[in-house]
């Protein structure tokens, strides 16, 4: 009775305060007593990132040394026989060591998740994916798929993203409708009686009817810009050589005057800088050595320093509608009013950019290697007029260019740059 009298007086709200200062206490006396060993192991593990990074420049720097080495051929060699082999000379110990190193990355990295873990994303139809077509929307390309995955599509998967569709394109993708005779037409889920842009018009479509979260569409003229204005998303048109090009298709290959690139398209501009994190990783550079080592500049990213913008409301060669003109008012002043100094530039030289490098560029060989990749096809109505011009004789494109020079100049250039008399 006398040790239960006691505790008796502390039943209730008094019970009930003591029994959580006793719990903090022990929870505090608990973690007093772990802290020297959580921060051994948070040491540890930094140690541990340091040591794979090391191993890893290690193994890359071997790789680099002997590109020719084959890794099997020496992991399966019993110990006997490799000890023999490094004795006699026949191996040397730089391919063993890459050999193993790169082996013991592969199983370590197996277990690390990343960036983009378990993430499902689509693909524009050009994106080269392992057992899959890439096929511009012309029926050349069909039954012809890919050997392995595009450098993109591997930085990706390395990332931990899955992916899980491609999606349609306008065929050739010269065109800003989103339409070809393989898989027919796509209709802006805003308004289907709209185009949802193109070319990358399907990935646009995918992110606003919310099938996705995150797509890669490919840019030279407004692909990624244009879908992304037309069904509400957003896009990033990366900068030329940023992100690696190979293992994506392309109708025309070699336009050098004006670069086409790859880019992100997405919901919301914060899932635009994540994928841009995970893309501009060490395996773009590795996969595709083009490509320079400039990963995400995270301090640039998060600094509150003041930027340095410029803009223009007009390009100068067309005429923006009101809509477009307002919203790039509007965010000029929003901009200004979050302390960035904001300049208006207008854009030297456009004409000659927009007639000599775009046009003469795409079409430097008259429109040749187009109208070769289009024989015997069925050509879809959203490209029928640029591919009936390509085929005019040359005699009669000289002629037309003279006539239009009275009329409309601009289609007089276009058809002499097709002809080669820009």
């Not at 772990?34 to 921060?39: K, L």
């Amino acid at each position: 009775m006398v040790l239960d009298e006691p505790w008796a007086a502390l039943s209730g709200a008094s019970g009930a305060a003591l029994a959580c200062c006793f719990v903090a206490a022990a929870v505090a006396l608990r973690w007093s007593s772990h802290r020297p060993a959580r921060g051994a192991v948070a040491r540890a593990r930094q140690r541990q990132q340091a040591a794979l990074e090391t191993m890893d420049k290690a193994a890359q720097r071997f790789r680099l040394q002997e590109p020719s080495l084959n890794p099997k051929a020496i992991l399966e060699l019993p110990l006997e026989s490799l000890a023999q082999k490094l004795q006699d000379e026949e191996l040397s110990l730089e391919s063993v060591l890459c050999s193993y190193l790169e082996e013991a990355l592969k199983k370590l990295k197996k277990t690390e998740r990343g960036l983009l873990y378990g993430v499902p994303i689509s693909l524009k139809d050009t994106y080269d994916c392992k057992g899959h077509d890439s096929t511009c929307g012309l029926a050349q390309f069909l039954e012809k798929p890919a050997a392995k995955d595009g450098v993109i599509v591997k930085a990706l998967k390395a990332q931990g993203a899955i992916p899980l569709v491609k999606t349609n394109i306008p065929q050739t993708l010269l065109s800003f409708y989103c339409s070809n005779p393989i898989y027919g037409r796509t209709l802006n889920p805003l308004n289907l009686k709209k185009t949802p842009g193109g070319s990358s018009g399907s990935e646009g479509v995918m992110l606003a009817q919310g099938g996705f979260i995150l797509g890669m569409g490919s840019n030279i003229a407004g692909s990624i810009r244009i879908p992304a204005s037309f069904c509400g998303v957003c896009g990033f048109r990366t900068t030329g050589y940023r992100l690696s090009y190979s293992g994506i298709a392309s109708a025309v290959k070699g336009k050098k005057s004006v670069t086409t690139v790859a880019g992100p398209m997405a919901r919301d501009v914060e899932s635009l800088v994540l994928c841009m994190r995970a893309l501009l990783s060490e395996d773009m550079h590795r996969l595709d050595p083009t490509v320079p080592f400039m990963p995400f500049r995270e301090e640039v990213y998060s600094s509150n320093q003041p930027l340095r913008i410029g803009y223009c409301e007009s390009d100068g060669f067309t005429q923006p509608t009101p809509s477009m003109a307002r919203a790039m008012r509007l965010t000029s002043r929003l901009l200004q009013d979050a302390g960035h100094q904001v300049i208006p530039f207008s854009i030297p030289r456009v004409e000659y950019a927009v007639e000599h490098l775009f046009v003469g560029g795409l079409f430097a060989d008259g429109g040749a290697t187009l109208l070769e990749k289009i024989e015997g096809d069925i050509v879809d109505l959203c490209i029928k007029t640029m591919i009936n011009t390509l085929r005019l004789p040359d005699p009669l494109k000289c002629f037309s260019a003279y006539i239009l020079k009275y009329i409309d100049p601009r289609p007089s250039q276009k058809l002499k740059e097709i002809r080669g008399m820009g």
